[in-house]
């Protein structure tokens, strides 16, 4: 059996190692609808963190209080050693936080060259300029089809390409962190594993520390370090990812097994 301490006293002793986002306590609200409940919540440098809940969790909300797009009404978030508590989402792109939102969000017309040039805008003159030439080349060698279709209009890609044009739209400003909100959704089963795959090669490769989102649990465990589930806006379990799958508790629960 699994013995699941409670997420705080968790989260304390992860911070005690190298961390590069510390979420503590934090409560955000919609109106007088509480969405977040005290959550605690640490991604160590190089390690792969997987938040795992079904629909209404509160998933997006921690990606969008942790980027900026949504105040919150308690706590606190450091990321780097810098508190980014109420910063604006185009200060925490500058920090080095990139975010691949729920759905994509792409814009149909727009080229996949545009698209991809459109990462860096956050980014100053200078930075922007290093990063339109060599990372352009690093995207393409990472994701092939899109050098392949680098003048096409991102709508006219499939499900799995116009995703991995967001992924390489988020690595284009140079991140440090990188936070992808149900990557799998709408991908097939082999695209969902190759989407994973090469999370954890990006992660390996270019030392990039990541925060997934995910109701897919079982794809998200596979390449997790750690997991944390989120119930009803609340830290309920907070485990290394081998531990989570030896729990029977989370098999049956999350798993399906
Ligand atoms: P899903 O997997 O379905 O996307 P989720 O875990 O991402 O779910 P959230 O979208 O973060 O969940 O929603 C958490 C709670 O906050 C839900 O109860 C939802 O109804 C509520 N909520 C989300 N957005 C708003 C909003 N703009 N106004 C009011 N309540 C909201």
Request: charged fraction near 25%; charge should be neutral.
């Amino acid at each position: 059996m699994v013995d699941f301490q409670n997420s705080k006293t968790k989260n304390t002793v992860r911070q005690s190692c190298e961390s590069l986002l510390v979420i503590e306590d934090v409560c955000t609200f919609y109106g007088d609808a509480q969405a977040l409940k005290d959550i605690c919540l640490t991604v160590k440098n190089n390690e792969i963190v997987a938040v795992l809940g079904s629909n209404g969790a509160g998933k997006t909300t921690l990606l969008k209080t942790l980027t900026g797009l949504l105040g919150i009404q308690r706590g606190k978030i450091v990321f780097n050693n810098e508190t980014i508590t109420d910063t604006p989402s185009h200060k925490i792109i500058r920090k080095g936080i990139a975010c691949v939102p729920e759905g994509r969000q792409l814009f149909g017309a727009m080229t996949v060259s545009d698209t991809l040039l459109l990462g860096t805008y956050s980014l100053d003159k200078d930075e922007r300029k290093k990063m339109q030439g060599a990372r352009l080349e690093m995207i393409f060698d990472l994701f092939p089809v899109l050098r392949d279709r680098v003048n096409q209009a991102s709508e006219t890609l499939s499900g799995g390409e116009q995703q991995m044009l967001a992924l390489g739209r988020a690595l284009m400003s140079n991140p440090k962190f990188l936070v992808l909100d149900e990557p799998s959704l709408g991908l097939s089963p082999l695209l969902v594993k190759e989407m994973m795959n090469m999370l954890k090669l990006i992660s390996r490769e270019l030392g990039i520390s990541i925060l997934l989102v995910e109701q897919n649990a079982r794809a998200a465990i596979k390449i997790a370090d750690y997991i944390y589930i989120l119930e009803r806006g609340e830290v309920t379990l907070a485990n290394t990812a081998q531990k989570v799958m030896a729990s029977e508790k989370i098999q049956s629960a999350y798993l399906g097994a």
